[in-house]
């Protein structure tokens, strides 16, 4: 009876030794699903501050579409007011050529009329004389008047 209690003990000691070991390796496996858990919580947060910069980031992307929409049309508007500007400008540019033949006409119709002119003598004495007889005659005072051509042309 002494063996069968002897091994009865040892293997009641082995067993306790055994459930010891199993308490230990819960003991750090419970550790470590805790660890684990607070690791998936932090990425928890992690993630949902990636996924609220990810937000903003759309936010901020959206307001440069807009942005660059306003702008794209404000462009194409300055585009027009300089195709407008451009066409005013050529415009301008044909009626200051018509402006300047205009005026080469005009000075060579003047310089033809001062050639036809000048082939008339003025006599200064005779239309003075004129007109103050005019000018006692009415009782009015002397008034310069035109004088007389003398003279025909060629």
């Known amino acids: 009876f002494a063996v069968v209690a002897a091994e ?6 082995r067993s306790a030794s055994a459930a010891r070991e199993i308490k230990a390796l819960i003991a750090e496996s419970v550790a470590t699903v805790d660890r684990g858990a607070a690791s998936v919580s ?42 407008q500007i451009d066409d005013v400008t050529q415009q301008n540019a044909a009626l200051v050529e018509q402006a300047a033949a205009a005026a080469a006409s005009l000075q060579e119709q003047a310089s033809y009329l001062a050639a036809s002119v000048a082939v008339f003598q003025l006599d200064h004495s005779a239309s003075d004389a004129a007109a103050e007889e005019h000018a006692a005659a009415a009782g009015t005072r002397t008034e310069r008047r035109r004088p007389e051509l003398i003279g025909t042309a060629c």
């Open 8 to 13: 009865v003990r040892t293997r009641a000691q």
């Open 42 to 83: 932090v990425a928890g947060g992690s993630m949902g501050d990636i996924v609220a910069s990810v937000r903003q980031v759309n936010d901020v992307i959206e307001r440069i579409n807009a942005a660059s929409a306003e702008q794209a049309q404000g462009i194409t508007e300055v585009n027009k007011a300089v195709m």
